[in-house]
């Protein structure tokens, strides 16, 4: 009689449920994050900056940029965290770690670029908003029972 052996290993992630995470993920943290567009816009603050870089000229920071910029970082992230699932034992305290790392590394966009302290504010609440809410989700949706 000969035993299967499983090179599985078990992480504490069920990576069959990333799809479902992602996209509840990126839904979550588009619409938090309109609403704080929407709020900085209803304060009268001045949403113009080179946001293609330096040297750009200044362009009204617009719904789209910010629901693409909350979407996109949560399907990096859950491609992250199926990688980390894969090929790690500990990906949910390596993935928080990154998450925290890359948010710490976020702040410091919005003071390269000649922004009105008004949008530097929102647009660095607006990476705590995302940020939290991608973590968040993405652990929680694809804890394994």
Avoid: C, K
Avoid at 72 to 90: D, K, M, S
Avoid at 104 to 128: A, D, K, N, W, Y
């Amino acid at each position: 009689m000969s035993a299967a052996v499983s090179s599985a290993r078990p992480t504490g992630i069920a990576t069959g449920r990333l799809p479902r995470a992602a996209l509840l993920a990126a839904v979550a943290a588009g619409a938090a994050n309109a609403v704080v567009y929407y709020i900085t816009v209803a304060l009268g603050v001045d949403i113009t900056g080179p946001f293609f870089g330096p040297g750009t000229p200044a362009l009204p920071l617009s719904i789209v940029q910010v629901l693409i910029l909350s979407i996109v970082p949560a399907i990096v992230a859950a491609v992250l965290l199926w990688l980390l699932a894969r090929f790690t034992q500990r990906p949910v305290q390596i993935f928080v770690a990154i998450a925290v790392v890359i948010l710490v590394l976020s702040f410091v966009t919005p003071f390269t670029l000649p922004l009105s302290t008004g949008l530097r504010i929102s647009l660095e609440i607006m990476h705590v908003v995302a940020a939290v809410i991608i973590t968040y989700v993405l652990v929680r949706e694809t804890r394994a029972s």
